[in-house]
């Protein structure tokens, strides 16, 4: 066990934990933010995708112990009032089905769009590859992505 | 968790007979059980209750409830669609919410099949149109003035000649306490202005932001983690375990036996309890266990297919019959006979399988995704020894399904642990535990023979199916039934055909799988057609017209997918295409794939999908559903497939157990066919074409006949 500092969603949070727990498992059962899913446990799937000091992380490989001291965002945290353009298109192209891939994916794509506000197909392709979706919404999905720069670049 | 706004009680009771529907008690509806999603009902001022899906709140506006839950198949919209067409509401401006588990008011919610529209289409029509006479008579009874003499429309009655209105809030009230109309009148469907539209869906808001909660999501005062060691060999009986490290965790409550059944066959495990998911998960890892796996071990793939070959020289069962194949065959001057085979699949939904159960001593409640709430209700019943009133189902959206959620396994180990401590128990299942416990879709194997006349005209048709059985996986009755006949086209004009089912039992379970056994049979029979139109030398798509020449649908589907696909033109070099056909619930579906020679490898260009699903109350989901069906095809295709090695599963997770990606996901268009048919299934029928539209395009351009699944697109 050890105290761990975190910042989620620039909330501060003391958590007494073993260092060794997953990032996942503190954010979903210690600091109670349920958006950022379970999928696969072994940085397969992205569901679990957050925000490490501004780089997306698969929450379900990353100690608690090397999150210590640093910011996290989460879904719960990339906007006030479901604002952020990859939302906004989310919404406007329909994007989910079940939805529960879907964090992990906006999480994703927020990093691509800050680093690269103009992305191709293939720049999407790479930098979303790491995230599945079961219920097969990726042409949406890369839809999505292009609507929302649309949107960011006014 | 989220609970729903507590809406005070009226106590209205009544009963309303619907022609051709279960009783309707109308009732006190209770509210603080109820499941976690609701969308923008913020009032907790008083209501009142139309009937058991309509809720009118002087506050909060019109509620409906939806009765299907949603696994990302779009009903949480489409159901109260069918509802707010008949009651004369802006969709908009209604909140949705989903209505409890309970049989007797909805009738049975499981929602398996694509049976959600198709099933509910009628009666939810009736439901609107009844609420909204209820909602006329009580304007016209303030009024005293004629029913006939009033309408509704946007949530408002008008009376016809003076242009008087109320609104439905200010009418519920009186509405609440009227008898519903035995035969309420429905629209003409000309004047539909909600059923044909896709209106943004209310769900999805709260699945960009983090806020839609899934069964995982739930968490209970005081409750319990459980993580559970089970056989890899499903059905291994447990010897011995020896706890002392696990229990050394911390946070770790109890190690206990636990079981549950699949399909007859009773599965043991081992559970670790504690008060995080971590703590259990870690005491698991210290679990040890021995296993009798008795001879199962002996078994593998390898083993499976010869088995399988073997078995094919049985008679079989006869589902289907005309003509005579055996005569025609013997005696045809051209013949073919081919196998086809397909693997065991998963359905590896993103939220792994978990359960909330806190089962007291004369009550008990469940929380989780399901999509079977009434049947979870049912077993909970049992299991706890209660009454099915005392068990309360609060189910959640479900992060996919496909088929999964529809067993009440996991739930009966919550149970049987939280039965065992007195605690609500959250059972939480890996990954891992997902793919390598089952139950899966069955693999198969496919006989195909056919007969040419000198002409090159089908004339015989044989197509027997080597499977294990959904519906017959214990006991001593060694034949299939026709549920594994699924996906086999008999509409075809071939004069003698024959439809054959050979069963295999085997230890390791199977369950439903989105499209069920047309994911598989469809593959070869497909397969084979074309096999079929290129020893008769004729185009595959002209062939298949020739054969449903009297079919007005698939004609009508077959000839809008080559107009959109431009298959008639001539093809560019170092291209291929392929075309298959199924029906699948009822609806027709057309599946034409475009590849392409690169680099010597096959690229997939483009999935294009017909599919005729009568009347569509809502495009946009059937779109997005066969756009979905395409993925899980093709992943069914080329990416995925469990194999057995020493009796157990050996892909364990994403990384071996390969999903498609976005990079590999290639173009999809879907045409949705306009008709006035009755409507039908929406979720599946899109699947089972796909993989053989794929390879019949794959030996379009290599020449090169694909007939065992998963292949490998890299080395075709």
């Known amino acids: 066990m050890a105290s761990i500092s975190l910042t989620v969603n620039k909330k501060k949070y003391q958590i007494d934990a073993d260092p060794e727990m ?72 329909q ?56 949107i960011m670049n006014g | 968790m989220k609970t729903g706004q507590k809406i005070k009680r009226r106590d209205f009771i009544r009963i309303v007979a619907l022609p051709g529907a279960a009783l309707f008690i109308v009732g006190y509806l209770d509210i603080k059980n109820k499941a976690p999603q609701i ?21 909060a506006g019109i509620t409906i ?29 209604v909140n949705i919410m989903a209505s409890p588990a309970d049989r007797k008011l909805y009738g049975d919610q499981m929602v398996v099949g694509s049976s959600s529209i198709s099933g509910n289409f009628e009666l939810m029509r009736r439901i609107g149109a009844a609420a909204k006479e209820t909602l006329i008579t009580a304007a016209s009874n303030r009024w005293h003035v004629l029913q006939g003499d009033c309408y509704a429309n946007d949530a408002t009655v008008i009376h016809r000649s003076t242009g008087k209105k109320l609104t439905y809030i200010e009418l519920a009230e009186d509405a609440s306490r009227l008898s519903p109309p035995q035969n309420p009148k429905l629209k003409d469907p000309k004047d539909f202005t909600i059923i044909g539209t896709s209106p943004p869906r209310k769900d999805i808001p709260s699945k960009t932001n983090g806020e839609a909660v899934f069964g995982l999501d739930c968490s209970v005062k005081g409750m319990l983690y459980a993580s559970v060691e089970r056989s890899p060999v499903f059905l291994g009986r447990l010897v011995s375990y020896d706890d002392s490290k696990a229990k050394a965790v911390k946070g770790v409550k109890y190690v206990l036996k636990t079981q549950r059944n699949v399909w007859g066959h009773r599965r043991e495990g081992v559970a670790v309890l504690a008060d995080t998911y971590w703590a259990a998960a870690q005491g698991r890892k210290a679990l040890e266990v021995k296993w009798d796996n008795g001879d199962l071990e002996s078994w593998s793939t390898k083993k499976i297919k010869e088995d399988y070959k073997k078995a094919s020289a049985q008679d079989g069962v006869i589902f289907e019959e005309k003509g005579n194949f055996s005569k025609v065959y013997d005696s045809a001057p051209v013949k073919i006979e081919v196998s086809y085979e397909t693997p065991y699949q998963a359905h590896v939904p993103m939220e ?57 396994d996991v739930a009966e180990e919550a149970a049987d642990l939280s039965m065992k401590t007195g605690m609500p128990v959250q059972v939480v299942w890996t990954r891992e535990d997902d793919l390598t416990q089952g139950p899966f879709r069955a693999c198969s194997l496919n006989v195909c023979k056919g007969a040419l006349d000198s002409e090159g005209n089908p004339i015989g048709l044989e197509h027997k199916v080597i499977c294990q059985d959904i519906r017959n996986q214990t006991g001593d009755d060694d034949r299939a039934t026709d549920g594994i006949a699924g996906g086999i086209n008999t509409d075809y004009l071939i004069p003698n055909m024959v439809i054959k089912g050979v069963l295999r039992k085997l230890y390791i379970p199977i369950s439903y799988w989105r499209s069920v056994y047309h994911s598989t ?54 291209t291929g295409k392929g075309v298959a056909i199924v029906e699948r619930s009822e609806t027709f579906v057309a599946a034409v794939a475009e590849i392409a020679a690169k680099d010597g490898n096959v690229s997939v260009m483009k999935i294009t999908v017909a599919i005729d699903c009568g009347i569509v109350v809502n495009p946009d989901i059937i779109k997005f559903q066969t756009e979905g069906c395409v993925v899980m095809g093709l992943t069914a295709a080329y990416k995925s497939g469990l194999t057995i090695e020493k009796g157990r599963v050996v892909e364990q997770n994403f990384n071996n157990y390969a999903m498609m990606r976005i990079n590999e996901c290639p173009e999809i268009e879907v045409i949705v066919m306009k008709n006035s048919y009755d409507p039908s299934g929406g979720g599946e029928p899109g699947l089972p074409p796909v993989a053989p539209a794929l390879t019949n395009a794959i030996f379009n351009l290599t020449g090169k006949r694909i007939r065992e699944l998963p292949f490998n697109l890299d080395m075709v």
């Open chain 2, 352 to 408: 792994p399988m978990n359960a909330i159960v806190y089962a007291k001593k004369d009550s008990c409640e469940y929380w989780g995704s399901t999509q079977n709430p009434n049947g979870f209700r049912s077993q909970l019943a049992r299991q706890c020894g209660i009454a099915e009133d005392n068990v309360t189902i609060h189910y959640t959206y479900m992060g996919g399904a496909f088929g999964r959620r529809s067993l009440t």
């Open chain 2, 521 to 574: 049979n469809c593959f070869a029979h497909e397969s084979f057609i074309d096999e079929l139109a290129v020893a008769a030398k004729k185009d595959p798509l002209d062939f298949r017209l020739s054969l449903l020449k009297n079919h007005e649908r698939y004609t009508a589907l077959l000839k809008a997918i080559a107009e959109k696909t431009g298959w008639y033109r001539p093809p560019q070099k170092d």
């Open chain 1, 22 to 93: 997953p990032l996942l498992w503190a954010i979903r059962d210690l600091i109670g933010l349920k958006g950022t899913k379970f999928g696969c446990g072994m940085a397969q799937c992205g569901a679990c995708t957050v925000h490490l000091d501004g780089e997306a992380v698969r929450s379900c490989v990353t100690l608690l112990g090397r999150a210590d001291g640093q910011e996290i965002v989460t879904i719960e945290g990339i906007s006030d009032n479901t604002s952020h353009p990859l939302q906004k298109a989310w919404i406007e192209l």
């Open chain 2, 39 to 59: 969308v923008n009902l913020s009032a907790s001022a008083p209501g009142a209750r139309i009937n058991a899906y309509v809720f009118i709140d002087s506050s």
């Open chain 1, 95 to 150: 994007v989910p089905q079940c939805g529960y891939c879907q964090s992990g994916q906006i999480m994703s794509a927020a990093v691509l769009l800050r680093e690269n506000p103009h992305p191709t197909d293939q720049d999407i392709d790479e930098a979303m590859m790491g995230n599945l979706c079961r219920c097969g919404t990726y042409t949406r999905i890369r839809k999505a992505i292009h609507r929302a720069a649309e």
């Open chain 2, 65 to 93: 409830y939806n009765h299907r839950p949603e696994m990302g198949q779009g009903t949480f919209e489409s159901i109260p669609m069918i509802i707010a067409e008949e009651l004369e509401v802006d969709i908009a401006k």
